[in-house]
């Protein structure tokens, strides 16, 4: 069981930057593959970024390459989005999601490849 609570989120101007947190407790966090979603208003939830258990290989929604960075802490048990040059297109409740599925290299897309979620953060980035 890996439980995930996210922080960091808010209102900040277009061009602006955030940095989510994503705080995990249990014993497989570290042998956890972590990724980030997004869901904003009436749309479906969809991915953000992933990161492989070591932290040595990532992987982006297209969007988002060049102003989104994702890296982990195991030490620290934490994940964090970096998320610079906001445009008010990034609003969404974000949220971050773990899996112990794989192998060492492994890394994920997929809704339906996490097994653990968090509640999400909201962040709204003004125009």
């Known amino acids: 069981q890996v439980q995930l609570v996210e922080s960091g989120g808010g209102l900040v101007q277009a061009g602006g930057s955030l940095r989510l947190s994503c705080a995990g407790s249990?014993?497989?966090?570290?042998?956890?593959?972590m990724g980030w979603f997004r869901q904003a208003p009436g749309k479906e939830r969809e991915f953000v970024a992933s990161?492989?258990?070591?932290?040595?290989?990532?992987l982006y929604k297209d969007s988002v390459k060049g102003r989104f960075t994702i890296s982990r802490d195991n030490a620290k048990n934490t994940v964090y989005l970096q998320m610079n040059s906001l445009k008010p297109e990034d609003t969404a409740v974000y949220h971050c999601a773990a899996t112990p599925r794989g192998k060492l290299g492994s890394i994920y897309s997929r809704e339906y490849e996490y097994d653990y979620w968090g509640q999400g953060t909201q962040v709204t980035v003004s125009s």
């Open positions: 249990g014993r497989t966090f570290s042998t956890s593959v």
């Open positions: 990161i492989t258990r070591s932290g040595g290989n990532t």
